[in-house]
C-alpha cells in the first residue's frame, strides 16, 4: 500500500510570474505535491535549473525539465516505497547521472524527491517536520526568524548595494511572540519610510521587504533599529545582513558606494558595523571564489558574529567540507534546489551541524507557495529560517505555517542561542 502508483509534473508559476515545476505524487492513500523555488542571486556552482531557452517566458520554460519528471523520473520511483527518501532520491541522482544534476535538472530532481517525502510522512501517519526530524535524527525546534524587510542588491530596484538587512527577534519565548514582534517592526519601518521618504520607499522587492532610495550601507540599519526602538523591542532584537557580495565583486575589488575595495578595507567596513550596530549575522561577506577574504574573516570576526556561507558553499556537502577544513565560515544557509534532494540537503546539514557550524533554511527569491521549509527548518532542529519580510503571500505561507507547527507540536523556541558563534 505504499508504493508510488503515478508520478507527474506540470508548469505552474512562481512569485515572480516565472515558471517553475511542480509534481505530484499518487499512491493508494493520497496525492501529494510539491513546487520548486528559484533564486535570482544564485552561486556559480548551485546544481543546474533545466530551463527550455528561446523566446517562450524569456527562456525560463521548464517544459523539457516537467517531461523529464513524466517521462523518465516517473518510471524510476513508480512502485516504489514512499517511505525510502533515501533510496528514491539515490534513484533520482543517479538517473541523471551527472555531479550537477544538468541532465534532467534539479529542478525536476527536487519537485520529486520533496513530492516523495510528503507521501513518506503521510505513509507514516505523521507530520512533515517530525517526518523529516526522523530522517535527520534532530530533534524539533522552532526557528527565529530572519525578517529580511529592507531590500537592496538584486531584489530591489534601489542603490543598495547589500541585499538584505534583516530584523532577528531572538529575545522571545515563542515562534509566535518574535514573529508577531517582527511584524510590528515591519508595519512601524513602513510608516516611518513613508513619512521620511515618500510613498514610492514603500514600494516592496521580490522578498516582500521595503526597497527605499537609500544608498549607504548603514542607512536601512538605522532605519530599522528607530523602527524597533519605536515599537520597544530595542533589547528583544539583533540584525542580520546578507551582503551577497559576489554581486559587487569586480575585477578582484568590491565596488561599494562607487567606492573600489580590498579585502582589508572590506574587513574594516564589516568591523566597524559591528562596533557600531547590534548585527548577529552576515551572510555571504565575501565572493563566492575569494577563500582568502572567508578564512580572514573568520579569524577576526568568527568569535563575535555567524559568518553564513551561501554561494561559498550552495548546500554542497563537498563544499561545505572543503569550507569548514578551510575554517572559511561558521555557519551554512540551507537551500534545497541548491542541490536537488532532501536527502543531499539534509546530509549538508548534518555535516555542519556535527562540525559546530549554525544551519539556517532559506527560501529563494522567486518562491510557490509550498510550505516544505518550514517543515524542513523545525525537523532538522536548526533555530535558523528566512523567508523574507512578514509581506507577499508566498513569504507569510511559510511563516503561518510555522505558526501552525508550534501550536501543535509545543516545540521550543531557538532564541538568541541560535545565532551565537559555536
Known amino acids: ?34 513546487s520548486v523555488p528559484s533564486g535570482a542571486s544564485t552561486g556559480t556552482r548551485e546544481a543546474v535549473e533545466l530551463r527550455d531557452g528561446g523566446k517562450e517566458f524569456n527562456g525560463l520554460g521548464v517544459s523539457r525539465a516537467v517531461q523529464n519528471v513524466n517521462e523518465i523520473l516517473s518510471v524510476v520511483v513508480k512502485g516504489r516505497d514512499c517511505r525510502r527518501q533515501k533510496e528514491i532520491d539515490s534513484l533520482l541522482v543517479k538517473e541523471d547521472g551527472t555531479p550537477n544534476k544538468s541532465k534532467l535538472g534539479a529542478n525536476a530532481l527536487l519537485s520529486v524527491s520533496l513530492a516523495a517525502a510528503k507521501a513518506g510522512a503521510a505513509a507514516e501517519n505523521m ?60 508595519h512601524q519601518l513602513k510608516k516611518n519610510l513613508e513619512k521620511n521618504y515618500g510613498r514610492s520607499a514603500i514600494n516592496v522587492g521580490d522578498e516582500g521587504g521595503f526597497a527605499p532610495q537609500l544608498r549607504k550601507v548603514e542607512e536601512p540599519i538605522d532605519e530599522i533599529l528607530k523602527a524597533v526602538e519605536s515599537v520597544g523591542y530595542a533589547k528583544e532584537m539583533v540584525i542580520g545582513l546578507d551582503v551577497a557580495a559576489s554581486s559587487f565583486f569586480m575585477g578582484g575589488k568590491y565596488l561599494i558606494e562607487k567606492k573600489s575595495l580590498g579585502i582589508v578595507s572590506m574587513l574594516e567596513e564589516y568591523e566597524t558595523l559591528l562596533k557600531y550596530y547590534p548585527i548577529a549575522s552576515i551572510e555571504d561577506p565575501f565572493a563566492e571564489s575569494d577563500y582568502h577574504a572567508w578564512e580572514e574573516i573568520v579569524k577576526k570576526l568568527g568569535k563575535r558574529v555567524q559568518i553564513l556561507a551561501d554561494d561559498l558553499t550552495v548546500s554542497q556537502e563537498a563544499l561545505v567540507a572543503e569550507a569548514i577544513r578551510r575554517n572559511r565560515a561558521n555557519a551554512l544557509l540551507l537551500k534545497v534546489n541548491q542541490v536537488g534532494t532532501l536527502t543531499e540537503a539534509l546530509e549538508s546539514a548534518a555535516l555542519a551541524h556535527n562540525s559546530n557550524w549554525n544551519v539556517q533554511v532559506s527560501h529563494r527569491s522567486g518562491e510557490t ?26 513569504r507569510l505561507a511559510k511563516y503561518n505555517r510555522l505558526l501552525e507547527i508550534e501550536e501543535s507540536s509545543g516545540a521550543l523556541f531557538a532564541g538568541r542561542k541560535a545565532f551565537k558563534p559555536k
Do not use: W
Open 369 to 394: 507557495n509550498g510550505t516544505f521549509i518550514a517543515d524542513l527548518a523545525v525537523g532538522i532542529g536548526c533555530g535558523q529560517i528566512k523567508s523574507g519580510a512578514p509581506c507577499r503571500g508566498e
Open 127 to 186: 507530520e512533515l517536520y517530525d517526518y523529516i526530524s526522523e530522517l535527520s535524527s534532530r530533534n524539533p525546534l522552532m526557528p527565529v526568524p530572519a525578517l529580511n524587510i529592507i531590500n537592496g542588491g538584486k531584489h530591489a530596484g534601489n542603490s543598495l548595494d547589500f541585499q538584505e538587512y534583516q530584523v532577528l527577534p531572538v529575545g522571545f519565548k515563542s515562534f509566535k511572540e518574535a514573529f508577531s514582534a517582527g511584524v510590528e517592526v515591519f
Open 1 to 34: 500500500m505504499y508504493e508510488i502508483k503515478a508520478v507527474g509534473a506540470r508548469q505552474i508559476f512562481d512569485s515572480r510570474g516565472n515558471p517553475t515545476v511542480e509534481c505530484v505524487i499518487k499512491t493508494g492513500f493520497g496525492r501529494f505535491k510539491a
